[in-house]
């Protein structure tokens, strides 16, 4: 870091930096909070989401008890065919929004498989979804994190070292300032006392 120089254009330079730091601060706190409210949102939506995966294999269990047979083959009865996800900038994030899941089913036999497993197929399908959008809201989530990190980081910068650094450097100098004037002061008036004393002389 540069020596601190105690002069006026000095003074002046960090009387400007520092109006500049309390100007930015504001719009970077609100900016911190917005991502904070957009950070707790995507929390609570991945928690309805697991709670919501977690209740759907609960009641699927219970009304399709068939499901523990081990001896009907159920693997690969749906699959995902496609994901459209797009984006969305939140604050400058950029962040994960789904669009749609295209899933289909695989063709079986009806004769072969048992009534219940028409039922089985809409079933995964929707826990797919689901599973889907519990990806994509991780990741959403993880984005935030570090984006409420980052902006954080940039608050506390202003808020705890560009700003008290500024005030710290203006009182520094001010008081350099001051003191110089008046060991002038002082000068001056030694110089004019010398000056009359050798007058009279």
Known sequence: ???????????????????????????LDLK??????QQANAKKALFDIEDEINKFQKQTGDEIPMLS????DLNEL??????????????GASLPVL???????????????????DGVVERLKNILVL???????????LLLNHAVKTITQRVNLFEKVLIPRAQENIK??????SDTDRANIVIAKVAKKKHQMENQL
């Open 1 to 27: 870091m540069a020596k601190l120089q105690l002069n006026k254009s000095s003074l002046s330079r960090e009387q400007k930096n520092l109006k500049t730091y309390r100007q930015f601060l504001p719009s």
């Open 32 to 37: 911190r909070q917005e991502l904070m409210r």
């Open 69 to 72: 047979n081990g001896r009907i």
């Open 78 to 91: 749906v699959k995902v065919t496609g994901v459209k996800i797009t984006t969305e900038n939140i604050m």
């Open 99 to 117: 669009e749609r899941v295209e899933i289909k089913a695989r063709n079986y036999s009806f004769l072969a498989k048992p009534h219940w497993v």
């Open 131 to 141: 599973k889907i959008r519990s990806q994509v809201n991780e990741r959403r989530l």
């Open 172 to 177: 520094r100098i001010k008081i350099y300032l």
